[in-house]
């Protein structure tokens, strides 16, 4: 985690939407739906800072990040990037930009090129984007590369297969770091990774931001390891963030039912702690991003639901009174379940109604390739 000192955000993403096509028939020209993958985000990122994003699978937080780093064009909203709005950016402009942020990919393989050298794939982002000093200059960058991450200069000439797992997340971060980013997007960094190597690839993340004053956007399932490594957390269901708070005030007094429930399914290692704590479990599918639930899109699973307005209304992400600075969450009943006024009830698993599983679902937009500067 970082000091942040500045105010004014590296990243400002407001109302983000993005909507993908459901096309269907022979020649697939029909549209028969959308994808409400990602459906009205909004999140700063001040600089310096490391926010994490946590929800279950299919929430959009990969497309998110996509959007942010204009992998995928929003369909509404704006990301201001160091207060310029990507979206608008095209051509040598856009690729300019792109040197600014970069990603970290959960299966780093899928992101190097196999035949090349360690060297070589430094070395093509570095000419990729201009930072090619000359053979001298560029020897001594790459060895301070691999270094930063922890690898021997030896590894220079090897090829990734040759690597293990940690060590080749090590070289995905040295390929993120050789444009000499501002802000990473890491997507599931260590999710493919043994549970003793993840806890070193995230203490590099720490140490790198520390000494070169990155920024941040970590992206995983899995609260823990957002929870160790990220100042602010927000947390995704069905394309929309249903709270927000700085890590520990999320941790210590989760407020959204969904995040409620998330955390009480994580195990305590005290056993009288462990015994005592609350646990909420959550009946009913995950509904289709195809077809959201109308108002708060948790109400069909949620233990605290009431008639009507949960129905009817989509709840805005707000500050509930007594929370901490930055605690923010998006339920009309949030202070009475604080209080207990409001007790769960037994929810009623609903069936969904899943448009996708007759459409055709197309390829993820937005290459590897075309990230890295290629
Ligand atoms: N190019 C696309 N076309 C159509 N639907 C897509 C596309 N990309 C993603 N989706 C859908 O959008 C929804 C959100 O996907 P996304 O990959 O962003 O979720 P995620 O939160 O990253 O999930 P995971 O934890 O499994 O990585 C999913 O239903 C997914 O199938
Ligand atoms: S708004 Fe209603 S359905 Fe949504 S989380 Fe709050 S209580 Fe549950
Ligand atoms: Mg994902």
Redesign the pocket.
């Known amino acids: 985690m970082s000091d942040v000192t500045t105010t004014e955000p590296l990243l400002d993403v407001r109302d983000v939407a993005v909507h ?1 096509p459901i096309k269907r028939g022979l020649v697939l020209d029909r549209t028969v739906g959308h ?1 409400y ?1 990602v459906d009205g985000v909004t999140l700063t990122v001040a600089r310096g800072e490391t926010y994490g994003l946590v ?1 279950e ?7 998110l990040g996509r959007a942010i780093l204009r992998l995928v064009d929003p369909t509404a909203g704006s990301i201001l990037f160091d207060g310029t709005d990507v979206a608008t950016l095209r051509g040598e402009e856009l690729r300019r930009m792109r040197r600014r942020f970069q990603m970290v990919f959960q299966d780093p393989l899928s992101s190097l090129d196999p035949r090349q050298s360690v060297e070589s794939l430094l070395l093509e982002g570095m000419k990729a984007h201009g930072l090619s000093k000359g053979p001298e200059a560029d020897d001594a960058r790459l060895r301070e590369l691999v270094q930063q991450v922890g690898l021997p200069v030896s590894a220079l000439r090897r090829y990734p297969h040759e690597f293990s797992g940690g060590q080749r997340q090590r070289i995905g971060i040295a390929r993120a770091l050789c444009v000499e980013p501002d802000l990473i997007v890491a997507d ?1 960094p260590v999710s493919a990774l043994d549970v003793s190597v993840q806890a070193q690839v995230l203490n590099l993340l720490g140490r790198l931001q520390r000494e070169l004053g990155l920024t941040y956007l970590v992206i995983a ?1 899995d609260l823990a390891v957002v929870r160790h490594v990220s100042d602010r957390i927000g947390v995704m269901y069905l394309g929309g963030i249903v709270e927000e708070a700085p890590s520990q005030a999320l941790y210590d007094d989760p407020q959204h039912p969904y995040t409620r429930a998330l955390l009480s399914a994580v195990p305590v290692p005290d056993p009288e702690l462990e015994d005592r704590r609350e646990r909420i479990l959550l009946t009913g599918d995950l509904p289709s ?1 195809a077809a959201p639930p109308a108002g708060c899109r948790f109400h069909t699973r949620c233990p605290w639901r009431q008639p009507t307005r949960c129905d009817d209304e989509r709840p805005q992400l707000r500050v509930v009174d007594g929370a901490a600075e930055g605690h923010r969450v998006a339920c009309h009943f949030a202070e009475d379940i604080r209080s207990g006024v409001l007790q769960p009830h037994r929810v009623e698993a609903v069936a969904t109604d899943d448009v ?1 599983a007759a459409a055709s ?2 390829e ?2 937005g290459s590897v390739n075309e990230i890295l500067g290629r």
């Open positions: 993908f994808v993958a929800g699978s299919g929430c959009g937080k990969s497309t599931e399932h991003p996708l679902v197309p993820l937009p």
